[in-house]
């Protein structure tokens, strides 16, 4: 294998492997910024050695091991007590990576994996603070690459990143999982993080793309990382589900040029088969605690609803707008209702729908979000009303922050306003 197919080899690795092996880390020093430290470092040596050495066997035990062994040397360069050194070193002088060693690595990782994940998404930090520090140690990603994807310089989020570890430290946040009586506010922390990472790769707020595949991917990736840690969890796989199902349309909603294709025209035939099969299994054990559903369940069981149909005529808007109605019953927000809308419009008709998003023309949370005046804009036109769906339309183009979709409006605008109904 030549140096170049080794660095991918590297990067792959990297990718897979950072999350696990930063726990590992912050398990032993019970500091993430630092831990993090570490695990770059082993990163850098990785690059050094391994095309000289070839890959190891086991490439997460190796670099937690390096890891390890570099936190001996900073313990003792920062003159931590013997007995520290001794216990963080007991056994790695002559450490080889034999398959008891990697099955004991295997074992107890998952542990520190749990705990690194509600660690980085702990409350104290802001949401963007959480998705940044989430997507750095568990995602694998470099700091250029998350703030590509969220559309800010490169140096600010290096301030983000670094200050979220500092407010860590500075709270004293444990590295541990917590207990029963704070575990669902913390819970719902985690899952509101990857929610919001796959969110801002499925429907971009702002810049050229409508979409960052990319984003939805680690978002999915973590959602699965989740069921297998917390498999007891109902809404850990609702939110698996949810996400699972939307990613199914994923080369469905941009065209050839990578313009918009909203849900009713999209080709379902092109809807990935495979992720709504894993999607609605994961429904299904979200579903099997027969408790009540969580908002993440209810949102998945709508998506399962688009994609059991096979034309958008078979849709079944009924059971849509009665899951919404659910949903806004345990999570309400404006924008439930907004989607509540939608729905009402599609079972009992537009002007039903419009007087659902009408009531909603006063809510400060919605005051600047594009969306309403769209679904105000849709829904006027529906009814002939093209004049007041042309002003919609122009209002929502001039809030959205995304230029494909900004350029979708304008072109809905202009259709209303010649009296003919919007052709997209």
Request: glycine share 8%; hydrophobic share 45%.
């Amino acid at each position: 294998m030549g140096v170049t197919e080794v660095n991918r080899a590297i990067d792959a690795v990297w990718r897979i492997e950072s999350g696990r092996v930063i726990a590992a880390l912050a398990a032993l020093v019970r500091d993430v910024g630092w831990a993090e430290e570490l695990a770059q470092d082993a990163l850098v040596a990785a690059l050094e050695e391994w095309p000289r050495d070839g890959v190891p066997a086991n490439p997460g035990a190796w670099l937690t091991a390096v890891g390890k062994r570099r936190a001996i040397d900073g313990i003792r360069r920062r003159q931590v007590q013997d007995r520290k050194v001794a216990e963080l070193g007991h056994g790695l002088g002559n450490e080889t990576f034999t398959p008891d060693f990697d099955a004991a690595f295997e074992e107890r990782i998952d542990d520190d994996l749990l705990r690194l994940i509600f660690t980085a998404c702990h409350p104290v930090l802001t949401p963007q603070a959480r998705a940044a520090l989430t997507l750095r140690m568990l995602g694998g990603l470099k700091t250029e690459e998350i703030a590509r994807a969220f559309l800010v310089p490169e140096a600010t989020m290096a301030q983000r990143i670094t200050r979220a570890k500092k407010t860590l430290a500075d709270a004293k946040v444990p590295f541990e999982v917590p207990g029963v009586a704070e575990r669902g506010e913390r819970l719902a922390s985690v899952l509101e993080v990857i929610y919001l990472i796959f969110n801002e790769g499925y429907a971009a707020t702002a810049g050229d793309d409508w979409m960052r595949p990319a984003l939805c991917e680690d978002a999915l990736r973590l959602a699965r990382v989740l069921q297998r840690l917390m498999p007891d969890e109902p809404e850990v796989h609702g939110l698996a589900a949810l996400l699972e199902i939307q990613a199914s349309r994923t080369q469905t909603r941009t065209d050839a040029n990578g313009e918009p294709v909203l849900l009713m025209e999209q080709d379902r035939r092109r809807w990935d088969r495979l992720l709504i099969r894993r999607g609605l299994d994961a429904l299904e054990r979200a579903r099997a605690g027969n408790g009540q559903a969580g908002p993440y369940t209810l949102q998945a069981e709508i998506a399962a609803c688009h994609a059991r149909a096979g034309t958008p005529g078979e849709t079944d808007w009924t059971r849509i707008a009665a899951s919404y109605a659910e949903l806004a019953r345990v999570a309400p927000s404006p924008v439930v209702e907004l989607n509540r809308a939608v729905a009402v419009s599609f079972a009992d008709g537009p002007a039903a729908g419009l007087e659902v998003a009408r009531a909603l023309v006063d809510e400060p949370a919605l005051a600047r979000y594009h969306l309403l005046p769209t679904v105000i804009g849709d829904l006027l036109a529906k009814l002939g009303r093209y004049d007041e769906a042309a002003a919609e339309f122009t209002r929502a183009a001039e809030l959205t922050g995304n230029e494909r979709e900004r350029t979708l409006l304008r072109d809905r605008a202009a259709d209303c306003a010649r009296g003919v109904p919007p052709t997209r």
